[in-house]
């Protein structure tokens, strides 16, 4: 769904002052606020495929660092994993006849699972294992956690199970588990689809056996996540951050007359204020903040401001995911994005989400800089 690449546009003249937001309002930006889609279901299905980032990853353009050799060992094992796949519907899928005998689970894991630091390639190589199994596009799923789970809450659990049964893969990028809910609805999910024949593959920084710990009384769910655990054969990836790797620090915050002036002049750019989005994603369901990303190009923030709460905290981390698949450039004013989290939230349960979202904030408004270059 990436939109076309946008005409450069002209260079306007200096803005200064509030007065001046902008040339017209034939020309002003788009709004993220004003948006609130409705996306139905089957096109939560369809677009169960790599985001536009990851649209060419493939096995050779892994480059594995040479001081990492697990590094080149899981693309090794990944490629032995994709050819192991066949390539037509599942034979437990949903054309399965009637009377036909249910075929025996397949012993051991069904699935690999990639556990790693933030930034070492997790999801290029989640993306290129898609790429590189032998089956048709329609018979392959690839989509975030948060996005399966969104899945089922549209179509239903039974639905989901008979929509993905008859897949040969099912890809599941950044694997959490945050409360209870979704460690039981995940772990009967997937056993449903193991069942089926459906091969898994999962990134997380998290070791499934570790999964839920520092959310909740894991103990609680143990069955559940050892359960989980047995589906997939774990496989380390260690590394540092590429996104850090010889890269400058973070851009400061821009002054608002920037970032307005950014926003006027970029095609398909939005703008809004900061403190005004956050609350506009408490009314709007996260499976929708893809949707409300379409044909965005660029994205002008103004006033940013420490997050108030946990639960605004996560809609962001959701929505920062969006704008990283789509590789939309993120300007902004206010504080700077490693200021987004308090210390209490970096240090609690859901401090992998955080920290995932400034990095990757924080390469987006790398991005963004060459805007203020035109």
Excluded at 142 to 167: D, K, M, P
Excluded at 284 to 292: F, L
Aim: aromatic share 8%.
């Amino acid at each position: 769904m990436s939109p076309s690449t946008p005409s450069s546009p002209s260079q306007p003249a200096p803005i200064t002052g509030q007065a001046a937001a902008g040339p017209s309002d034939d020309a002003a930006p788009a709004a993220l606020t004003a948006r609130a889609p409705h996306v139905p279901a089957d096109r939560l299905v369809a677009e169960m495929v790599p985001p536009p980032r990851f649209q060419s990853a493939r096995f050779e353009t892994y480059i594995p660092d040479p001081a990492q050799p697990s590094q080149a060992e899981a693309v090794q094992v990944l490629s032995s994993f994709a050819a192991s796949i066949g390539g037509g519907p599942s034979s437990s899928g949903s054309k399965r006849r009637w009377f036909s005998k249910k075929p025996a689970a397949p012993q051991g894991p069904r699935g690999v699972y990639l556990d790693g630091g933030y930034g070492v390639g997790k999801t290029h190589l989640l993306a290129s294992l898609w790429h590189a199994t032998p089956a048709a596009p329609e018979l392959k799923a690839f989509g975030t956690f948060v996005e399966l789970t969104n899945l089922v809450g549209a179509l239903g659990f039974q639905e989901t199970v008979r929509t993905l049964s008859g897949h040969r893969l099912l890809c599941i990028d950044e694997f959490e588990l945050d409360d209870p809910g979704d460690t039981v609805l995940v772990s009967s999910l997937l056993a449903k689809l193991v069942e089926h024949g459906v091969a898994l593959a999962a990134t997380s920084n998290t070791l499934p056996g570790k999964l839920g710990e520092g959310r909740f009384a894991a103990a609680d769910f143990l069955r559940e996540i050892q359960g989980l655990s047995a589906h997939f054969r774990p496989l380390r990836i260690d590394g540092e951050d590429y996104r850090h790797r010889g890269l400058p620090e973070a851009p400061a915050p821009f002054d608002d007359a920037t970032v307005t002036r950014v926003a006027y002049a970029t095609p398909g750019a939005s703008l809004d204020d900061f403190p005004g989005l956050l609350d506009h994603l408490s009314k709007v369901h996260p499976s929708r903040y893809g949707a409300m990303c379409d044909d965005i190009r660029a994205v002008c923030l103004t006033d940013v401001q420490a997050v108030p709460d946990q639960s605004t905290a996560l809609r962001l981390v959701v929505l920062a995911d969006r704008l990283y698949d789509r590789e939309v450039p993120v300007l902004a004013s206010g504080k700077p994005f490693d200021e987004l989290f308090s210390e209490e939230m970096l240090n609690g349960g859901y401090r992998k989400k955080y920290f995932r979202a400034i990095s990757r904030l924080t390469a987006l408004a790398r991005d963004a800089k060459q805007l203020t270059e035109r």
